[in-house]
């Protein structure tokens, strides 16, 4: 293995990386900055992703690539030149990808991906995700074996012609930080918290004056609100429509008003009256995290659990014992108007019970490292924290691995038809890809490579077409057109296509290494004729 040598980055990292570090935050670009990826052909779908890697940080790089630099690769390729030609294809890709960021270590492997699993199989064994491009379905298949044994992630990426595919095969991917576009806020009107409740009874709305009674957190106010509607509703909480807009016009009723009579502007009642909906939501633990306390993973910890099941099961206990059914608080509030004494007060109401939840969380947490024999030191304070602030949107990925999806026995027929009721879906793109790849088993080549072969080859790319799907038991037919057009790509890859590729597959990988935000899952195909795409599991 050879390296190519990196700086000391001139800027300072905070100012370098700003933009980032608002999206997945330090911790995050911590991971970034430890992670070790392997990329697997330095073609121009394989270099456009590390440069979307290496601009924000990853720690290092390796590619891997027998083949040495042609004419055709320097015709789509910004990362190689004219005088790279004849040159090995890996080493210059990673002095040029290299120039980009000093922060980023690159090396490369000049052996191809089949000597390597020959004669060392192990070598992808420590890295934090491993990057296939451009490679045949045998050699794939042969790889991602050896990866799903050691549960490393591998994301498969390929341009062909006007088609751009991605597959994640990933057997577990937990993700802690999910950050859901729509979060309801954890307020927990509907079941207030002692201190809550007692920080609620402190507020005397009938006799404040003006300046106070509209500096009011609107949550106060609609807790207050809420209390003399449920005395006077059975303890019932207003759940219909009706319902509601009678507990708003009881929030009105509450504005102070002028000698005239008119109601003041009260922007805090304003935001009252606005966020009754928020303020209703029930507390309750969403379906997605009653199915992980449900796995079998939570419920059997052992000595070979992850921090992530350890953390899950210690939730659990919490929920069932002194959360009584609930989550652990998020220890949030939303900006609002208010003086800043009484926001700073409710917003520390939140924040003390997160903190005490988090530390019944994390006794739970110690007791249980100890019952499996585990140190103690496997999961932090601030682990512990960050996955009790984000347990309602705990998500988990788990993929069905090549082997399953290419054995004509255990491919997903049924998503296969559904897809192609409408015969010019995206999934057809996905039974050609796998049909040219079928093509090339039986032939050594992929269809249309020779421009004097390619009306030759879409009668033989036709028959590849049926024979597929006949193996697999799918009774669907494939337009003539898109065989005809398959056989015109003759397996190009365009730059156009394998940049935006590139730009989505580095966005997948780093959800993989930061562990934030959620890949796809699992197969991703992109139509760059009609730019539409479609996202389905295989």
Same mark, same amino acid.
């Given at each position: ?34 992670? /070790? ?190 209390? /003399? ?22 929030? $009105? ?43 079998? /993973? ?14 899950? /099961? ?85 993929? $069905? ?43 050594? $080549? ?93």
């Amino acid at each position: 293995m050879a390296a190519a040598g990196g700086g000391t980055g001139a800027l300072n990292k905070e100012e370098k990386y700003d933009r980032q570090l608002r999206l997945w935050g330090d911790h995050g670009q911590e991971a970034l900055e430890a992670a /070790r990826v392997c990329l697997i052909n330095a073609s121009a779908t394989g270099t456009e992703i590390l440069k979307n890697l290496v601009l924000p940080g990853i720690g290092s790089f390796t590619i891997v690539d027998g083949r040495a630099v042609a004419g055709e690769d320097v015709g789509n390729n910004f990362f190689l030149t004219k005088n790279s030609i004849g040159k090995s294809r890996a080493q210059a890709a990673t002095e040029l990808l290299q120039e980009l960021n000093s922060d980023v270590s690159g090396n490369f492997v000049e052996e191809s991906v089949e000597q390597l699993l020959e004669n060392d199989p192990t070598f992808f064994l420590g890295f934090s995700v491993v990057i296939a491009t451009q490679l045949a379905e045998s050699s794939l298949l042969h790889l991602s074996t050896v990866l799903w044994a050691a549960d490393l992630p591998l994301l498969v990426c390929r341009t062909y012609g006007l088609v751009g595919y991605m597959r994640l095969a990933v057997k577990e991917h937990p993700v802690v930080e999910s950050h859901p576009d729509n979060a309801l806020e954890d307020l927990r009107l509907d079941k207030p918290f002692p201190h809550l409740r007692t920080h609620v009874h402190e507020y005397d709305l009938n006799s404040m004056d003006k300046k106070d009674h509209s500096h009011t957190p609107w949550i106060i106010v609609v807790a207050k609100y809420l209390e /003399r509607w449920c005395e006077e509703h059975n303890n019932q909480l207003p759940k219909t429509y009706k319902e509601k807009e009678a507990f708003r016009e009881l929030i $009105r009723q509450g504005l102070l008003k002028n000698d005239d009579g008119t109601p003041e502007d009260e922007e805090n009642f304003d935001e009252a009256i606005k966020n009754v909906n928020t303020a209703l939501n029930p507390t309750k633990v969403p379906s997605n995290v009653e199915e992980l306390f449900k796995d079998q /993973r939570c419920t059997n910890v052992n000595t070979q659990s992850s921090p992530f099941w350890i953390l899950m /099961r210690a939730v659990q206990q919490f929920v069932e014992k002194e959360g009584l059914g609930n989550l652990p608080v998020r220890g949030t509030i939303p900006d609002m108007i208010a003086d800043s004494s009484r926001f700073i007060r409710l917003q520390n109401v939140y924040r003390e019970k997160a903190k005490e939840d988090a530390s019944i969380i994390s006794d739970y947490v110690t007791e249980i490292l100890g019952s499996i024999g585990r140190p103690l030191e496997t999961i932090s304070e601030k682990d512990i924290w960050l996955f009790c602030r984000n347990a309602a949107f705990l998500r988990l990925v788990r993929c $069905r691995s090549l082997a399953e999806e290419f054995n004509a026995e255990t491919t997903n027929k049924d998503q296969i038809a559904s897809c192609m009721e409408n015969l010019d879906s995206e999934m057809v793109l996905y039974i050609m890809l796998r049909a040219v790849e079928y093509f090339h088993r039986q032939h050594g $080549r992929y269809p249309g490579v020779y421009n004097n072969q390619v009306e030759e080859d879409i009668g033989k790319l036709k028959s590849c077409v049926i024979s597929l799907l006949q193996e697999w038991g799918v009774s669907v037919s494939v337009k003539d057109d898109y065989i005809h057009e398959f056989c015109r790509y003759g397996a190009s890859e365009p730059h156009a296509v394998a940049s935006f590729l590139g730009g989505t597959a580095a966005q997948e990988a780093i959800k993989i290494i930061t562990k934030q935000f959620v890949p796809f899952n699992n197969t991703f195909i992109y139509n760059a004729m009609l730019q539409t795409s479609m996202t389905v599991q295989l």
